[in-house]
């Protein structure tokens, strides 16, 4: 009998981990720091207004060997703390454009808001973050079954 290789912590009410503790190697580009772990991918399972489930994988994974992701907002009150720092640091305007870019469209045909937010730091001390706005722009139709090649 194999030993249990996954383990369960709930960290509050509605954040759960599952930590699967199978040895892997590392085939992506990117590198830990000494005393930290650095994220290369993250599985999404979003719930979209049709009430179906689209499972989304976020590879962090560059050839520049390391990525430059710091942060993914996901509802309103995240939103609104990402927006109170960059006011603060990067001027009003530039966080009243991405508050407003949150609560619309992205083009008016799209059928949803963004999903989430991923925030990228400055290339350098002049510059702004980059800003995504992601999933929101498609239908996602469910997946047909593939043609039968007999």
Not at 40 to 59: F, M, Q, S, W
Request: charged letters at 25%; aromatic letters at 8%.
């Amino acid at each position: 009998m194999s030993a249990q290789l996954k383990e369960s912590k709930r960290i509050t009410k509605d954040i759960n981990l599952v930590y699967d503790f199978t040895e892997k190697p590392n085939l992506t580009q990117l590198k830990s720091a000494p005393d930290r772990a650095v994220v290369a991918k993250l599985r999404a399972d979003l719930i979209l207004p049709n009430n179906k489930i689209l499972t989304v994988d976020i590879d962090f994974d560059t050839t520049s060997g390391y990525h430059d992701n710091t942060m993914m907002i996901m509802d309103d009150f995240g939103v609104e703390m990402l927006t109170t720092a960059f006011a603060t640091k990067y001027g009003q305007k530039y966080a009243d454009s991405i508050t407003k870019a949150w609560q619309e469209k992205q083009e008016p045909n799209d059928p949803r808001k963004p999903t989430y937010i991923l925030v990228q730091k400055p290339a350098s001390d002049d510059d702004l973050p980059q800003v995504y706005m992601v999933c929101g722009n498609r239908v996602h139709p469910p997946k047909e079954a593939p043609e039968s090649i007999i």
